[in-house]
């Protein structure tokens, strides 16, 4: 029994939808709303990030209807799913942000991408080369900021988080975090990252935005370039660590859950209950656009 | 005479320390213990109670029964309602909506009640809606493939390594590569679970099935050895008896020696299968980190384990699934609790016979 004849057995079927960790939670949100409207079963979620998505959606005809995505595919990416045969929509969901935080005894001080480079990259470019990071804290960087060490908890390499990360604040010295102690490469759980920055002062975490909206009075949000994170800096791009969130389906065959769990996700209802999430929704003329191309899929109902 | 007497004060004074200090590391081993287990109770027991919000019906409108007993129906609160309720966090309220709940408990009409849904609910995203059945049932489905793997194949595996097979080279490597075994990491059984049953034999993905048989391959030389050792604990003299007596090795075996291990191996296996239910890591290897709203109804639909949900709930944001997590842990703490105790029960009674 192959992947997709497991859910071909029942009278609908199981929609299998794998990928990246940042887009699950409102996916699965989206695939429960859409079980007890349309009396469909509840989508198969599955976190097991973006690269991993990707291959195991285009490796065969059968596999996951959809993939999450925290980028839209690659050329190459492309390419390779098309060899198989295999054809795909892709959706724009809205944004996601990361957000560095502080507990509420510490001031935030306003930082910039390049002082965040200083304090993070594991090289920084200095008059003419590129030397290891001598910076160890806040003030060395720039005097107006405090004179504690500098100690950041962010994502681990393996997540898709981390190359956000360094492609936002990577400069001419390689894409590397530092290694030497000042950052800390926390495990995928934003949870601990949250509990460590409550637990100890002067300690910096990077999370999703969708924590930092669940903890509001307990954190303190900096001010990157001079913009906080909220809804509308992040939706019309000011505020400069945001990243879009994608769900790629396949369209060979439309069959009518696909075409009606994208248009759960388009809808306007999910709009307002993946917001409450922490998602940032698409500005309300990109949202037309992916709802006008769901109704187009077909498979109607 | 003297000098004697200084020795056993100093050999006294020894014995007193060591004593102190065994006593002084199982007091801190205890006291650790204490705050973790106190941690999890305190985080975890409120998620045995829900908020409830009553919902006036038309008591005019109802039959003359209901208008008494049933002109009130409690309905689950929303999650942040159900924070601000019991603990006091306003984060995702709006004023207005405070002044709302204000308004209700005036008018007792918000209330904390048993959260049944906690046990008979699946997964959600909602933390108010979402509860441990679908990871039960999983992991029942899970538990039993892996004893229906492990337990024949380790037993037997054990009986003909110790009982029949001829001590040589060959015999000697498999036992000590059983042992190494043993103490693998189960991460890399995960690994094995994933290239064989799913790479290699195509099963589906999240199933109990897979679980089960990679969580078997994993409590198999575990059995083996524990089975071992209870086997090697029968006397000899027992075994020589019965051959005296002129029974076949094949009746000695399963008429005296299986008998008399039988406690040592029973502890063995409920001890690897209690292993196997708590284990989380060869279950992501696999691909268990899903959201699966239904319970499995067969082995081979698509299932989490109760670990694996505590995994996935602990990285959620919403502040409620953190009682939920540790609400999740205490229940599998009860039932490996349970799991032990069946154990010590099995031994003592079979001991006694």
């Known amino acids: 029994m192959t992947e997709g004849e497991a859910g071909m057995t029942t009278e609908s079927a199981l929609l299998r939808i794998v990928g990246s960790s940042a887009v699950f939670p409102f996916a699965a949100t989206v695939a429960e709303h859409f079980h007890y409207k349309t009396n469909m079963p509840t989508p198969l979620i599955e976190a097991i990030g973006t690269g991993a998505g990707i291959k195991l959606f285009c490796s ?32 724009k969901l809205g944004q996601d942000a990361l957000v560095l935080v502080q507990n509420k005894e510490d001031p935030p001080f306003p930082l910039t991408l390049t002082d965040l480079n200083k304090a993070l990259s594991e090289k ?91 903890n509001r009075e307990r954190l303190n949000a900096f001010p990157m370039e001079g913009i906080l994170p909220s809804f509308a800096s992040i939706q019309d791009g000011t505020y400069p660590l945001s990243r879009p969130l994608y769900l790629y389906i396949k369209t060979l065959k439309m069959i009518p859950e696909r075409a009606a769990y994208i248009r759960e996700f388009v809808s306007a209802d999910a709009m307002t209950y993946l ?6 929704p698409l500005s309300l003329t990109e949202h037309e656009d992916m709802r006008r191309r769901a109704q187009q899929l077909g498979g109607a109902p | 005479m003297i000098a004697s007497l200084s020795s056993l004060r100093k050999r006294r004074l020894k014995e007193r320390l060591f004593r102190g200090a065994g006593l002084l590391s199982i007091l801190l081993a205890l006291f650790f213990l204490g705050g973790i287990l106190g941690n999890i109770i305190y985080k975890g027991v409120p998620a045995f109670f829900r908020t409830e919000i009553s919902s006036k019906l038309y008591p005019d409108l109802l039959n003359a029964h209901a ?53 008979t609910h699946s997964d959600s995203r909602e933390p108010e809606l979402a509860g441990i059945w679908g990871g039960l049932v999983g992991s029942c489905l899970t538990l039993f493939v892996t004893f229906m793997t492990a337990f024949p194949l380790g037993v037997g595996t054990a009986l003909y390594l110790e009982e029949f097979a001829p001590k040589n080279q060959l015999t000697h490597w498999i036992e000590a590569n059983i042992n190494n ?33 990679t969580l078997g391959l994993m409590s198999l030389p575990v059995i083996v050895v524990a089975t071992r050792a209870a086997l090697l604990s029968v006397p000899q003299t027992l075994k020589e008896a019965a051959l005296g007596l002129g029974a076949t090795p094949l009746q000695v075996l399963f008429h005296h020696v299986v008998p008399t291990a039988l406690p040592g191996i029973m502890t063995g ?18 691909g268990m980190v899903a959201f699966i709203a239904t319970p499995p109804s067969h082995f081979l639909s698509p299932a989490t384990v109760l670990p694996v949900q505590i995994f996935n709930w602990s990285r959620s944001p919403e502040m409620g699934f953190i009682e939920n997590t540790s609400g999740a842990i205490l229940v599998l703490l009860v039932v490996l609790a349970l799991l032990n105790g069946v154990a010590v029960f099995i031994r003592r009674r079979f001991e006694r016979e």
């Open chain 1, 60 to 91: 065969s005809r059968q596999g996951p209807d959809g993939v999450m995505t925290s980028r839209p595919f690659t050329e190459r990416e492309k390419k390779k799913c098309e060899a198989q045969g295999i054809t795909f929509e892709g959706f």
């Open chain 1, 275 to 280: 917001a409450e999430r922490g998602l940032i």
């Open chain 2, 67 to 119: 208008r008494y007993t049933a002109d009130r129906l409690w309905i689950v609160a929303s999650d942040d309602v159900d924070m601000y309720y019991k603990k006091g966090y306003a984060d995702n309220l709006s004023p207005l909506k405070i002044q709302e709940i204000n308004t209700l408990k005036e008018g007792e009409q918000i209330r904390l009640a048993f959260n049944e849904g906690f046990f």
């Open chain 2, 181 to 213: 075994l043993a103490a693998v990491p189960s991460i890399l059984f995960g690994l094995l679970g994933l290239v064989l049953f799913i790479h290699f034999l195509s099963l589906p993905r999240p199933s109990a099935l897979v679980a089960g048989l």
């Open chain 2, 269 to 286: 296996v409920i001890l690897s299968l209690a292993r196997a239910l708590g284990e989380t890591a060869p279950l992501l290897i696999i």
């Open chain 1, 124 to 214: 920084v470019f200095e008059e003419v080369v590129c030397v290891p990071n001598p910076y160890k804290t806040w003030k060395s960087i720039n005097p107006m900021f405090p004179a504690y060490p500098i100690r950041v908890l962010g994502p681990a390499p393996t997540s898709g988080t981390y190359d956000v990360l360094v492609e936002k604040i990577g400069g001419p010295c390689g894409l590397f975090l530092r290694r030497d102690g000042f950052y800390i490469e926390a495990p995928a759980n934003e949870n601990l990252i949250i509990q460590k920055v409550l637990n100890a002062s002067h300690t910096v975490g990077i999370v999703t935005f969708s924590f930092y909206d669940q």
